[in-house]
């Protein structure tokens, strides 16, 4: 167990709707990042966080949003949902020092249908 | 081109085999990591590495930075071994994966 968890675990949704993914980070990390991976594919890095601002983000387009809060918790959000966002989407979380390279820690995913 | 390339992409071997799986990155990193992932999705994160070797337990991770070339290897397989193995470079605050190598270990 890692110490960082996700919910929902599995979620439903139609074309159109929007979703809000959670993740708690493992105690102490002040750094988040989500991942989006389609079905036999690897992961893709959507964006990290890192003390509540963007800080860096990967080849998805602005109606993927995500926040992180005071806690270092976060939420990723989807708007306008499209089939192709049908995927399991990870978020792990990691402590960065100025200077140091930091192991990141996974969530269990959660498994988003659009239908 | 995907900037991480794994090799091979399935892998099938018999209780007790070392296997070897490869990873090539065409960008400047900061660090790789090595994944692990089983079925239901669940990741764990092996080794970070930046240069060198690492070892731990049966698993050995090495990098050589200038061939842009990292290996993971496990000594003795079993059958819980069996599992997806994805290699992940960082450069700044970019990730990269590569599509993952599933490996099943027989009895």
């Known amino acids: 167990e890692t110490g960082v968890t996700q919910s929902p675990t599995h979620l439903i949704k139609t074309r159109g709707q929007q979703v809000t993914l959670r993740c708690s980070s493992q105690?102490?990390?002040?750094?988040v990042s989500w991942y989006q991976q389609a079905l036999g594919q690897g992961p893709q890095f959507i964006f990290q966080?890192?003390?509540?601002?963007?800080?860096g983000r990967g080849n998805f387009p602005p109606r993927f949003s995500g926040l992180q809060f005071p806690n270092y918790s976060s939420e990723l959000n989807v708007n306008a949902l499209e089939l192709d966002d049908s995927a399991l989407y990870l978020c792990a979380s990691s402590l960065y020092l100025v200077g140091s390279t930091d192991t990141q820690y996974f969530g269990p995913g959660t498994r988003l249908t659009v239908l | 081109k995907n900037e991480v390339e794994q090799s091979p992409q399935n892998l099938t071997a018999q209780e007790g085999e070392f296997i070897t799986i490869n990873c090539s990155y065409s960008v400047g990193i900061s660090a790789l990591h090595w994944l692990q992932q089983h079925p239901g999705g669940g990741i764990v994160s092996l080794f970070m590495l930046s240069s060198g070797k690492k070892k731990h337990g049966r698993l050995i991770a090495t990098i050589n930075i200038q061939e842009k070339h990292s290996s993971l290897h496990i000594t003795a397989s079993h059958p819980r071994d069996s599992a997806v193995y994805i290699c992940?470079?960082?450069?700044?605050?970019?990730?990269?994966f590569g599509t993952g190598t599933s490996l099943t270990v027989i009895p």
């Open positions: 992940a470079v960082i450069l700044i605050n970019q990730f990269y």
């Open positions: 105690s102490g990390h002040n750094t």
């Open positions: 966080y890192y003390r509540e601002e963007e800080n």
